[in-house]
């Protein structure tokens, strides 16, 4: 498919054919000028009878092939855009200066800056603008006349216009002739990090930045902080920080990366288990039963230093990542997996009846913490995310109501189906692990996902298992993420790990850019994959 499109482009830019009409259906027409002297044709010619000039035409555009897949593409008849040394990208606002010298410097042209459109117009320009209304992640991309424009009512969607024509370039040389009009089926579009069981290099994070830019991705998430590690360098608990750790410079130079390619950066401290690293430190906040034994990676709740160092964290952090989202964590906090926890936790049961009266419970502590953290996090004006494991069934006390599911798992103890969380009016992102997680050494059921079974079988709404929800529900599916967790961290390399999702990668972004039945097969779609880069 891939070199039929090439073929299609180097027909309409290079080659071109004679049109043939004429009145009669016979000579074509403009043969006259070629025929010898002295013939019918030539006496026409000395009578006054202009002499046809031979015109191109050109085949019908095909649709771009690219990943994702287009959403529109009205064909035309022309010879399509490709880029040649010293043309130029111009943008008729500043705010879009970062996205035009991006693109110019990867497609070998020259940034000439702020043009108005009737000012200094030259054949071959890409122009960039911005303008319009609707979905700001949406853009047009018209290619005519040898030059193209790509516009759109916010910068992001001019940023997936020019990763459209990047992937054009790459794939076949140039952009096909007509319009494409695009936009995601998905406002979030994510892909998680664990590097807290396993440090990756900043070198590494920026390269998958890269990437999941070119692929129209919008969210990196980055687990930081578990039982294993704590791998961001921190001011307020130097303590606590692992050996091999990103210092704050590097993390800043990232989250600019990613935010120059409309990625926003989320960080996720996750309590009140998972804390091991936090503990290690600070062995006098870890939570223990009732005789005495050590609840592996979980804070004691009921002690106030516990709620203050996450609340430190938590306040410390936020400067450093000033994009709109937070996960809160939330998840598998082993005092909750006991058949008794009461019993089993009596000084937990005990903070929960001065709090909430004879009637609390562990449960309606933990929701109180949860809550509580969550007003930490939003004081710095952010939307939170929780683990689905990290909401529980027959609380007196409630999550907050703007608290997004992340939902991962089917499996916890008391598991609940996603449609109560959205029967609630819970806003849900999809972390399918049955799909969705590539948890490194493949440790109790899980295996590592293919781009194929992605591709084929899930989409957004396929939230647990690989049955989907009802459509009526899709409004409240904001998006979903494709996660790499480190569990057996010597597993694999980080360049295996890099190999090893490419392709689901490719898979997940397709589906929540467009989470129909895709045009192309999956060996089609793999092939092109691979023609892509």
Same mark, same amino acid.
């Given at each position: 498919m891939a070199a039929a499109f090439v073929a299609t482009v180097a027909l309409g830019t290079g080659i071109g054919v004679w049109a043939a009409t004429s009145g009669d259906g016979g000579t074509p027409a403009g043969s006259a000028a070629r025929q010898p002297s002295g013939t019918a044709g030539s006496s026409a010619g000395r009578a006054g009878t202009p002499t046809p000039t031979p015109t191109r035409s050109y085949p019908l555009s095909q649709a771009p092939r690219t990943i994702p897949a287009v959403r529109s593409h009205t064909a035309a008849r022309g010879p399509g855009w490709r880029p040649r040394k010293g043309e130029r990208v111009v943008v008729s606002d500043a705010a879009l200066a970062d996205e035009g010298r991006l693109t110019a410097s990867e497609l070998g042209l020259s940034y000439a800056g702020k043009k108005a459109a009737d000012e200094d117009v030259r054949p071959g320009d890409l122009r960039l603008?911005?303008?319009? %209304?609707?979905?700001?992640?949406?853009?047009?991309?018209?290619?005519?006349?040898?030059?193209?424009?790509?516009?759109?009512?916010? &910068?992001?969607?001019?940023?997936?216009?020019? +990763?459209?024509? /990047?992937?054009?370039? +790459?794939?076949?040389?140039?952009?096909?002739?007509?319009?494409?009009?695009?936009?995601?089926? /998905?406002?979030?579009?994510?892909?998680m990090l664990d590097i807290a069981r396993k440090p990756f290099t900043a070198d590494w994070i920026e390269s998958r930045i890269k990437e999941l830019g070119d692929l129209k991705?919008?969210?990196?998430?980055?687990?930081? =902080?578990?039982?294993?590690?704590?791998?961001?360098?921190?001011?307020?608990?130097?303590?606590?920080?692992?050996?091999?750790?990103? %210092?704050k410079a590097q993390v800043r130079e990232i989250v600019a990366l990613a935010a120059g390619r409309h990625i926003q950066v989320v960080p996720e401290i996750d309590s009140p288990g998972h804390l091991g690293a936090v503990l290690a430190a600070h062995p006098d906040l870890q939570l223990r039963n009732a005789q005495g !034994?050590?609840?592996?990676?979980?804070?004691?709740?009921?002690?106030?230093? =516990?709620?203050?160092?996450? &609340?430190?964290?938590?306040?410390?952090?936020?400067?450093?990542?000033?994009?709109?989202?937070?996960?809160?964590?939330?998840?598998?906090?082993?005092?909750?997996?006991? $058949?008794?926890?009461? $019993?089993?936790?009596?000084?937990?049961?005990?903070a929960a009846q001065q709090a909430y009266g004879d009637s609390g419970t562990v449960a309606d502590l933990t929701t109180g913490w949860l809550n509580d953290r969550a007003d930490t996090v939003r004081a710095h004006d952010r939307t939170l995310r929780v683990w689905n494991d990290g909401f529980f069934r027959g609380t007196s006390v409630q999550p907050a109501g703007d608290l997004q599911v992340a939902y991962w798992t089917g /499996?916890?103890?008391? *598991?609940?189906?996603?449609?109560?969380?959205?029967?609630?009016?819970?806003?849900?992102?999809?972390?399918?692990?049955?799909?969705?997680?590539? !948890?490194?050494?493949?440790?109790?059921?899980?295996?590592?996902?293919?781009?194929?079974?992605?591709?084929?079988?899930?989409?957004?709404?396929?939230?647990?298992?690989?049955?989907?929800?009802?459509?009526?529900?899709?409004?409240?599916?904001?998006?979903?993420?494709?996660?790499v967790w480190c569990d057996l961290a010597d597993s694999q390399t980080q360049d295996q790990v890099a190999a090893g999702i490419r392709m689901p990668l490719r898979a997940t972004i397709q589906k929540l850019w467009d989470p129909?039945?895709?045009?192309?097969?999956? %060996?089609?779609? /793999? *092939?092109l994959a691979a023609n892509l880069g």
């Amino acid at each position: 498919m891939a070199a039929a499109f090439v073929a299609t482009v180097a027909l309409g830019t290079g080659i071109g054919v004679w049109a043939a009409t004429s009145g009669d259906g016979g000579t074509p027409a403009g043969s006259a000028a070629r025929q010898p002297s002295g013939t019918a044709g030539s006496s026409a010619g000395r009578a006054g009878t202009p002499t046809p000039t031979p015109t191109r035409s050109y085949p019908l555009s095909q649709a771009p092939r690219t990943i994702p897949a287009v959403r529109s593409h009205t064909a035309a008849r022309g010879p399509g855009w490709r880029p040649r040394k010293g043309e130029r990208v111009v943008v008729s606002d500043a705010a879009l200066a970062d996205e035009g010298r991006l693109t110019a410097s990867e497609l070998g042209l020259s940034y000439a800056g702020k043009k108005a459109a009737d000012e200094d117009v030259r054949p071959g320009d890409l122009r960039l603008d911005l303008g319009g %209304t609707g979905d700001p992640e949406s853009y047009t991309m018209t290619v005519r006349g040898g030059s193209v424009r790509i516009s759109g009512p916010g &910068d992001a969607g001019v940023f997936y216009g020019t +990763r459209t024509l /990047k992937q054009e370039v +790459r794939g076949g040389g140039a952009a096909p002739e007509g319009v494409v009009r695009d936009q995601p089926a /998905k406002p979030q579009r994510g892909f998680m990090l664990d590097i807290a069981r396993k440090p990756f290099t900043a070198d590494w994070i920026e390269s998958r930045i890269k990437e999941l830019g070119d692929l129209k991705f919008n969210q990196f998430g980055l687990h930081f =902080s578990d039982d294993q590690g704590f791998r961001i360098e921190s001011d307020t608990h130097p303590e606590i920080v692992s050996r091999d750790h990103l %210092t704050k410079a590097q993390v800043r130079e990232i989250v600019a990366l990613a935010a120059g390619r409309h990625i926003q950066v989320v960080p996720e401290i996750d309590s009140p288990g998972h804390l091991g690293a936090v503990l290690a430190a600070h062995p006098d906040l870890q939570l223990r039963n009732a005789q005495g !034994v050590a609840t592996r990676g979980a804070v004691d709740i009921a002690q106030d230093d =516990s709620a203050k160092i996450v &609340d430190d964290l938590l306040d410390e952090y936020a400067d450093l990542f000033p994009g709109s989202y937070w996960n809160l964590g939330g998840d598998e906090y082993q005092a909750l997996t006991v $058949a008794d926890p009461q $019993a089993s936790y009596p000084q937990l049961a005990d903070a929960a009846q001065q709090a909430y009266g004879d009637s609390g419970t562990v449960a309606d502590l933990t929701t109180g913490w949860l809550n509580d953290r969550a007003d930490t996090v939003r004081a710095h004006d952010r939307t939170l995310r929780v683990w689905n494991d990290g909401f529980f069934r027959g609380t007196s006390v409630q999550p907050a109501g703007d608290l997004q599911v992340a939902y991962w798992t089917g /499996k916890e103890i008391g *598991a609940r189906q996603p449609v109560e969380y959205l029967r609630a009016g819970r806003q849900v992102l999809n972390y399918n692990d049955e799909f969705l997680y590539y !948890v490194l050494g493949e440790p109790n059921t899980f295996v590592y996902p293919t781009g194929q079974r992605i591709y084929q079988q899930w989409t957004p709404r396929v939230l647990r298992g690989t049955s989907a929800v009802a459509t009526r529900y899709d409004p409240q599916i904001l998006g979903g993420s494709f996660a790499v967790w480190c569990d057996l961290a010597d597993s694999q390399t980080q360049d295996q790990v890099a190999a090893g999702i490419r392709m689901p990668l490719r898979a997940t972004i397709q589906k929540l850019w467009d989470p129909g039945t895709p045009a192309l097969s999956w %060996t089609d779609f /793999k *092939a092109l994959a691979a023609n892509l880069g």
